[in-house]
């Protein structure tokens, strides 16, 4: 699959899983963006990855930090699931456990939940 294409498939995929989520009444989407990206340039086998101060730690020193993010990248995403069902299992995954960062949580709570 061309990179244009996957990253495509998995920015429907992330609009998909957050509509999704939205709908269960996720209050904390809304302070959190989330982008698609061809691949961390640092990490290549990354699938995702928060950026920002997560909601536990916000206080209103951080008033000036940009917004908080989520990165989600397609390029290993794809090339480790394919286009299927196993790919929008493991983007589910990822938003979560970033999410999950965003909300202040660690490496081991977010993977103590089965979101690694």
């Keep these: 699959m061309k990179t244009a294409e996957a990253v495509v498939l998995v920015e429907k995929l992330v ?4 509509a999704r989520l939205r709908r ?3 209050p904390e989407l809304d302070s959190v ?13 990354k699938y995702g990855e928060f ?5 536990a730690e916000y206080s209103v020193f951080d ?3 940009l917004g908080n993010e989520i990165v989600v990248f397609a390029r290993p ?3 480790d699931f394919g286009s299927g069902a196993e790919l929008e299992k ?3 995954i990822t938003l979560l456990h970033e999410f999950g960062h965003a909300l202040g949580m660690s490496e081991a709570e977010v993977e103590r939940r ?3």
């Design 24 to 26: 269960k009444n996720f």
């Design 15 to 18: 609009d998909n899983e957050l």
């Design 51 to 55: 950026l920002g101060v997560p909601l």
């Design 63 to 65: 008033s000036g930090v």
């Design 90 to 92: 493991q983007v589910r």
């Design 77 to 79: 995403l794809v090339a």
């Design 33 to 45: 963006s989330v982008r698609v990206e061809i691949v961390d340039p640092e990490d290549p086998e």
């Design 114 to 116: 089965g979101l690694e």
